[in-house]
């Protein structure tokens, strides 16, 4: 008969040996769990920073930790597209946070001191949701409607830029992907359908659609799509809602609606007509990859797809276009007057057309507010990111550094710092750290109040025009990047960086010399 001992010694061995097993089993699951399909090397990434964050704590301090917190930050929205920023740069902050480089309580402040950027996101883009249908219709008309492509081009470019100043960038990338979604659809219907049934959709039998065809409208949607993706950024420079960034910094500021516009103007007026020079000289030439036309057959095809949309539209869905058109005038008017909180102004679009439109179920609003929130959430990450570069006071050497230059260089340093940094990391992001900075040193004393619009204006331009260069700076290109014509158009990350490249400069360019000459 076992002694107790023994019995006590087998059941602990027994114990051991199920928790092996168990752990054997559960370790690899989690780490195949653990970022879900991000590449190994990436989860293997941040897994070290946060091992060692804690040991360089210990080791560095929290100022030099914090640097290379920053760092690691922006190293997962370099890397967005292989995870969304939200969860690794959310890991980090939960452990900046437990580590004590900051506190709830200095998050919160930094939470409720930008709470109507979230009432933007939250609302605006939302709002927005409820008029794609205008939108879709509007830029359906554009490519069929114009013949040439440069004016087309220009066109794309321009209506973009103007809906972004009152719209949200994000949704107007949005509805621009859907145009490009639904024509390389009806193509590609028609493609697969062979030249035995070319009839029947207005062709040429012997004409029909070939390959070439397909390259060429390929490139034709990539110079459109590029097109509206750099117009969104030439328009979100000019007013407080045309960018997340814009209205924090116009909050910080104390700047209304149409301050924000005229303060603006001296830099986003001349870079927008260059912006616009710029896409007429690329059409023209051809560089970088532009100037592909609509091929004959397939515009008689997308064109007769159009007749026979706008024949089925019958009076509820013209009406609820002119809901539509109506709150956007109302939208457009609200934020020109000030009247609220630009997110009450979008609040109140989503309850004028929902109601009016007959939208009354409740998962078909819900719809409404899936684009906005991801974004939101790791705008609050953002903010803990920040709140731990102000307890640790990162970056104030350097913004001292360029305060102590002379007054005159002072905005240039600001473009060209910001510039550059939102080339590689989330313009979002960018803005929030250096505005806040500049308004300590405004209430400190150290710079004059006409000194803080001039380097805010700089910040904001600078946050927003260079940052075109790559997916990673701007929301509305890295949104382009990852939807699902990016693959049908062949439209990669090099192709992207490619095609920005003349944008860059010549928005860059254009911008630090207002900035340096005309503030």
């Known amino acids: 008969m076992m002694t107790v001992r023994a019995v006590i010694i087998q059941s602990i061995l027994q114990t051991r040996d199920r928790t092996f097993t168990m752990a054997n089993a559960i370790l690899p699951a989690l780490a195949g769990n653990f970022l879900g399909q991000a590449p190994v090397w990436y989860k293997q990434t941040i897994i070290a920073f946060l091992i060692i964050n804690p040991i360089l704590m210990w080791l560095l301090g929290p100022y030099l930790t914090g640097w290379i917190l920053v760092v690691e930050f922006i190293f997962t929205l370099a890397m967005a597209l292989k995870c969304y920023p939200l969860l690794p740069g959310g890991l980090l902050a939960l452990e900046a946070l437990v580590i004590g480089m900051t506190t709830p309580d200095a998050l919160y402040r930094e939470v409720l001191g930008n709470f109507p950027v979230i009432l933007l ?163 023209k030439t051809g560089w970088f990859g532009y100037g592909a036309k609509l091929p004959r057959p397939v515009r008689r095809v997308l064109e007769e797809f159009s007749e026979a949309e706008r024949a089925k539209r019958r009076t509820p869905q013209q009406v609820a276009l002119v809901v539509q058109a109506v709150a956007a005038v109302l939208l457009v008017l609200g934020l020109a007057l000030h009247v609220a909180e630009v997110g009450f102004i979008g609040l109140m679009v989503i309850i004028l057309i929902a109601s009016l439109n007959g939208v009354i179920d409740e998962h078909q609003i819900g719809k409404a507010f899936q684009e906005a929130l991801p974004f939101t959430s790791l705008l609050v990450v953002f903010f803990a990111i920040v709140a731990v570069i102000h307890e640790q006071h990162l970056f104030s050497p350097i913004i001292h550094a360029v305060l102590a230059m002379p007054a005159d260089i002072q905005p240039s340093m600001f473009f060209i710092a910001n510039g550059v940094l939102s080339m590689i990391s989330d313009n979002v992001f960018v803005a929030t750290v250096y505005i806040s900075e500049v308004k300590q040193s405004l209430d400190s004393g150290a710079i004059t109040r006409d000194q803080f619009d001039r380097l805010a204006i700089a910040i904001n331009t600078g946050t927003n025009l260079p940052s075109v260069a790559t997916p990673n700076g701007q929301a509305a290109f890295l949104f382009l990047l990852t939807s699902a014509i990016a693959p049908l158009v062949r439209l990669s990350y090099g192709r992207m960086v490619v095609m920005a490249l003349p944008y860059t400069l010549v928005l860059g360019g254009v911008g630090l010399f207002a900035v340096s000459h005309w503030i």
Request: glycine share 10%.
């Open 121 to 283: 996101l939250m609302f605006m883009v939302a709002g927005i949701y409820f008029m794609k249908d205008l939108l879709l219709v509007t830029f359906t008309k554009l490519i069929l409607g114009v013949r040439s492509k440069s004016l087309l081009g220009l066109l794309f470019s321009l209506v973009a830029a103007l809906l972004s100043a009152f719209l949200d960038a994000l949704t107007v990338t949005a509805v621009i992907i859907s145009v490009a979604v639904g024509f390389y659809g009806v193509y590609h219907r028609v493609a697969s359908a062979g030249n035995d049934h070319a009839e029947e959709f207005g062709l040429d039998p012997d004409e029909g659609l070939h390959r070439e065809h397909l390259e060429q409208f390929r490139a034709f949607l990539r110079s459109l799509l590029m097109h509206g993706a750099v117009g969104t950024a030439l328009g979100g420079v000019c007013t407080l809602v045309g960018e997340p960034q814009n209205l924090l910094i116009a909050r910080v500021a104390g700047w209304e609606f149409i301050e924000f516009f005229l303060l603006m103007a001296p830099v986003s007026m001349p870079v927008l007509a260059a912006g616009l020079l710029t896409c007429l000289l690329l059409e």
